[in-house]
């Protein structure tokens, strides 16, 4: 009597951990179902099994890369009962990961921009994850009085504008050379470095709190 073939876990681990081996080096683009099974030493035919087409392959890969960081979000928002530490935590936890993904976070911009329909489906639900969460914890903190009431959406994008953005664009003057090599030299420290992260998150915090 024939037996169902059972899903090899181990194999579609390994195709994931190529895959987003060859999209931090290369981007989305060159990830072909080829190259992730080459790299992954499993035949075109495993490939199809375990994921269909490349398109599903790069939307697993996708949560591969973002659903832990998102998982461990929420897990600090819900094990802290004051939102505002909370809030403080999560930003913390999201800059600490984009500093570390920084380049394929802009590889990713930039293949969607191109038109790889799965980075693009991608970024178009991220509104429904960390922002929510964010919002949630700021409104939280709002409600409790340890924020300024205001539009939170804008408080957002505040705290993002000090924390997480001056990371992607220190990424992009380094990467393209545009910027002299002291000034970035002495950007580096100030973008990226855990203290100075924090000093200005603080800062933003103390300006967002009630007058």
Avoid at 41 to 60: Q, S
Avoid at 123 to 132: E, M, N, S
Avoid at 171 to 197: C, E, F, M, N, Y
């Amino acid at each position: 009597m024939a037996t169902s073939r059972k899903p090899d876990a181990g194999t579609r681990e390994r195709l994931l951990r190529a895959g987003l081996a060859i999209a931090r080096r290369k981007g989305l683009k060159a990830t072909t179902v080829r190259a992730v099974a080459e790299r992954a030493g499993a035949n075109l035919g495993t490939f199809v099994y375990h994921f269909g087409t490349r398109d599903a392959f790069i939307e697993a890969l996708l949560e591969r890369f973002y659903g832990p960081m998102f998982r461990r979000l929420q897990l600090t928002a819900d094990h802290d009962a004051d939102p505002l530490h909370a809030l403080r935590a999560v930003l913390l936890q999201l800059v600490r990961w984009v500093i570390d993904s920084r380049a394929f976070i802009a590889q990713l911009v930039l293949d969607a921009s191109a038109g790889e329909a799965a980075a693009q489906r991608f970024l178009r639900t991220l509104d429904q994850r960390h922002p929510a969460l964010l919002l949630e914890l700021i409104g939280r903190a709002q409600a409790q009085g340890q924020l300024a009431r205001d539009d939170p959406l804008h408080q957002m994008m505040f705290l993002m504008s000090t924390t997480a953005a001056p990371v992607m664009l220190f990424h992009l003057l380094s990467r393209q050379g545009v910027a002299p090599p002291a000034l970035v030299d002495a950007l580096a420290g100030l973008t990226t470095g855990q203290a100075a992260i924090e000093c200005r998150l603080d800062w933003a915090l103390r300006g967002l709190a009630p007058a």
